[in-house]
């Protein structure tokens, strides 16, 4: 990447550095809670919106919009790069990476394209094995469904999923935030990530490698990605630490936002 057309946000000002990576279909927004908390306790945070194909296919015509975006794959690759990028124009060596589910799988490529510029990992609600056929087609689907009936139809079927039945009883709040994110996302860059996960390498064999702290998260009610895929990452990666978080499924970091924070915060302290 050239220049810097990434979106994103940038607070605190301490010497440690953490890059959020959000999941799929979100927005750097899903982070509100952490990036208060972690500059208010003195370390900086750079949380970026992955993906910026959109704004380019919003510049060309609705016909060729469409079947560009039958073919535009935006790679988790790509997003680790993008995101090297901006650390690059923030003067920026090296920085604790933190992904969610889809962050978690941007985590993993940027851990092995640029291993010297990661000083500890959290991955949250993500996996290491590579989707199967069944998953693959499931996205096939929601691809064509996103691009036909837009964001909608998609937010309904997936928010009793990513929320918990507590969080959806009980924080308005949280439901609002992370249907809005989806609503507001637009249909082709959803595509584009799609296509992008299905296409993504299989990390399991990334994880002996890994000699970074790591921190795994994982909210106990998660049915996208189950505690199980999260001690499988555990048993894979040398002294990593586990954290599983009641009363919160796919989204722990909104659901459970102190529980998270505090999770965060004393593996850094652990860092220092
Ligand atoms: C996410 O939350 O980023 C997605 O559920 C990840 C995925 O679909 O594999």
Known sequence: MDE????YTDTGAGPAVLLLLHGYPFDRTMWRDQIDFLSRNGFRAIAPDLGATSDKLQLVEPAIRKAEA?????TMDEMARDAAALLDE???DKAVVCGLSMGGYVAFEFLKLFPLRVSGLVLAGTRAPADNEKEKQGRRAQIEQML???MAPMADATLPKLLAPRTLAEKPEVV???????LRTEPMKAAAAQRGMAAR????????????PTLI?????????PVADAEFMQAG???SLLEIIEEAAHMTNMEQPEVFNRSVLAFFEQLA
């Open 217 to 225: 998260i994982v909210g106990r009610e998660d049915p996208i990605r």
């Open 201 to 212: 390498r299989d990390y399991s064999a990334d994880l002996a490698d890994i000699d970074v």
């Open 148 to 150: 036909a009936a837009g």
């Open 237 to 239: 990666i040398r002294n």
């Open 4 to 7: 810097i057309d990434l979106a």
């Open 90 to 92: 923030l003067k920026i």
């Open 176 to 182: 609002a935030r992370v249907q809005e994110m989806i």
């Open 70 to 74: 039958g073919q535009t794959t935006k």
